[in-house]
């Protein structure tokens, strides 16, 4: 089965930065499009940023300029850099693929990690 595992979440003061990484394990034969998407308290899942298997990002307004997506091919892992970070950039972050694998495939979510910047 397809496991999304997400890492490097944290506390950070305003304008700092972090990286989260996300690893994909489950006898993956393929990964599509994969994407960031945030959840902050009282709010709906949003999209953060996602990228192709080309490697083509795009990204929500809200963070152009200041996040990057990028991913690793080879072993499976997608990442955001995330610099200047804001209160508001305070949410849940969820790694998201379109996955196959030996049993078939599918659309996955990882479990979340916490971000919280402090002002």
């Known amino acids: 089965q397809v496991q999304l595992v997400e890492s490097g979440g944290g506390l950070v003061q305003l304008g700092g930065s972090l990286r989260l990484s996300c690893a994909a394990s489950?006898?993956?034969?393929?990964?599509?499009?994969m994407a960031w998407y945030r959840q902050a308290p009282g709010k709906e899942r949003e999209l953060v940023a996602a990228?192709?298997?080309?490697?083509?990002?795009t990204y929500a307004d809200s963070v152009k300029g200041r996040f990057t997506i990028f991913r690793d091919n080879a072993k499976n892992m997608l990442f955001l850099q995330m610099n200047n970070l804001k209160p508001e950039d305070t949410a849940v972050y969820y790694c998201?693929?379109?996955?196959?694998?030996?049993?078939?495939?599918?659309?996955?979510w990882g479990q979340g990690t916490q971000v919280t910047v402090a002002s």
């Open positions: 998201y693929g379109h996955i196959m694998n030996l049993d078939g495939g599918g659309d996955y």
């Open positions: 489950g006898s993956i034969t393929r990964i599509y499009d």
């Open positions: 990228i192709n298997s080309g490697g083509t990002p």
